[in-house]
């Protein structure tokens, strides 16, 4: 039986560990993509990034880099509408992933944000679906939330770097003002 392709888009190693090894169970040739224009400052985004390569390296699993930092494209698509945010920056995210499986001929496209409690899951999972009609490809959602600690534990023996906060300019001040943004 042919194995089934797909491209994981990594929002950060603490949450990709476990999101690999549970698509690997589910019978899927998993490489990672990496695009995270929303990630601000730049050196958070270098960070981030580094941690990946690392896991990426951990777990035998091949990894693409969007080149370049684009957080000018992230900006033109929230500014605005910071209520809103997380739709167009998941649109924006998955929508690179999409297109970037599609080049690649794999089967279907998912995100390791999916396992974070602190994401909008219904959210995710309506942009992923509408991509998938858009391209043809199939979008794989499961709800991973409550493995999110064992992700985290999975790489905490490995000494990665782990963020504070969601990655964009508007969730690092939400964090470190303990506001948020209506």
């Known amino acids: 039986m042919k194995s089934r392709s797909l491209l994981l888009h990594c929002c950060c190693a603490h949450c990709t560990a476990y999101s690999v090894s549970y698509w690997r169970r589910q019978g899927f040739e998993v490489s990672a993509f990496w695009y995270n224009p929303n990630i601000h400052p730049y050196m958070e985004h270098q960070s981030r990034l580094e941690a990946m390569k690392s896991l990426a390296r951990q777990l035998d699993l091949p990894l693409i880099i969007s080149e370049g930092y684009g957080i000018i494209d992230y900006l033109r698509q929230v500014v605005g509408h910071e ?89 690092e001040w939400e964090r470190y003002a303990n506001i948020r943004i209506a």
């Open 83 to 171: 209520p809103r945010r997380c739709r167009y920056c998941f649109r924006l995210r998955l929508k690179k992933t999409a297109e970037m499986a599609q080049e690649m001929g794999l089967d279907a496209f998912t995100t390791s944000l999916i396992i974070s409690p602190h994401q909008e899951h219904d959210l995710l999972r309506e942009v992923g679906v509408s991509l998938a009609q858009e391209t043809g490809l199939d979008f794989r959602y499961a709800d991973l939330r409550k493995h999110y600690s064992d992700s985290r534990h999975m790489t905490k023996e490995l000494n990665l770097y782990r963020q504070q906060y969601c990655g964009c300019v508007y969730s």
